[in-house]
């Protein structure tokens, strides 16, 4: 229902990123939202171009601006369902510090991430989100820095809800997406997926040494402690649903206090 006939799409072959999506849609339609007040902002990057691939209204922004985008969309009509679908440089590099703002603010909007741990569609450069010592195009002997474990930012910077699952975990991720959807808050969802094309250039990386890792060296702990939730390729990652809170929403405190303070308002 909610695809669109854009035929062919412009994924590589063994990419993650449809399962993500078709997860995100499938989500999207049991979730009960009304579609018609619904709308879905990507960046830029591969996955960011989730938003030409879906029949509702949707913005394909500037890098590292789906946040801002979406924010603004959210505060301008309360009503609207604001859906962010991008990729981990677009939302945690170049976008990173929109993100921790609004989980601190606690807008209203439901992010997932696709994190393929490189700059996928420029050629498999090093990201925030690649592992140490990764072999990239730009880092041939290593990549000498430690990567972001996303959940664990979201965490600390206030997010209501927070998960993360691999597109082998199709249900689980299928089930928070729906989940996120009808919570109020800012929701983060990570999905970690395989970029056969970008990190292989270099690093020789198959589809299949993902799915390997994401099969053999995961975890899940619903509700796990911060301390538990690690992120280590060759020990362990742990997926689930970590965070599921209430607390107000950016909305609501704003208008308890800046809206009141405007000249004409009225309670
Ligand atoms: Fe997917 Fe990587 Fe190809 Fe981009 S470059 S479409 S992330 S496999």
């Given amino acids: 229902l909610l695809r669109t006939d854009r035929i062919p799409h412009i994924w590589c072959p063994g990419c993650g990123i449809g399962t993500a999506f078709s997860s995100c849609l499938v989500a999207m339609q049991a979730s009960g939202i009304d579609l018609t007040k ?3 902002v990507s960046g830029i990057g591969c996955s960011g171009r989730g938003a030409g691939y879906i029949k509702l209204d949707s913005y394909h922004t500037t890098h590292g601006r789906a946040i801002p985008f979406a924010t603004g969309m959210k505060l301008a009509n309360p009503e609207l369902n604001v859906v962010v679908f991008s990729g981990d440089g677009d ?9 921790i703002h609004a989980a601190r603010r606690n807008v209203d909007i439901t992010v997932v991430c696709v994190n393929n741990l490189n700059y996928g569609m420029t050629g498999g450069q090093a990201a925030a989100t690649t592992p140490c010592m990764a072999k990239t195009p730009t880092t041939p002997l290593g990549n000498p820095e430690t990567p972001f474990n996303l959940p664990l930012l979201a965490y600390a910077s206030g997010a ?8 082998l975990h199709t249900r689980d991720l299928t089930k928070s997406i729906e989940e996120a959807l009808t919570r109020r808050g800012f ?6 997926a395989p970029c056969p ?12 040494d993902s799915l390997k890792i994401y099969q053999e060296r995961t975890i899940t702990k619903n ?3 911060p301390a538990e939730i690690t992120l280590d390729y060759n020990r362990g990652i ?9 607390r107000p929403t950016f909305l609501d405190t704003y208008d308890k206090t800046c809206r009141l303070s405007f000249p004409g308002a009225s309670e």
Avoid at 91 to 99: E, S, V
Avoid at 187 to 192: G, N, P, T
Avoid at 197 to 208: H, V
């Fill in 238 to 246: 742990t997926l689930g649903k970590f965070i599921d809170t209430e």
């Fill in 223 to 225: 509700g796990a402690h």
């Fill in 187 to 192: 929701s983060f969802i990570e999905v970690l």
């Fill in 38 to 40: 619904t709308v879905m």
């Fill in 91 to 99: 939302l945690f590099a170049i976008g990173g510090n929109h993100f």
């Fill in 160 to 167: 209501s809800y927070v998960a993360r699952w691999t597109i």
């Fill in 197 to 208: 094309t970008g990190y292989g250039r270099r690093n020789k990386e198959k589809p299949l």
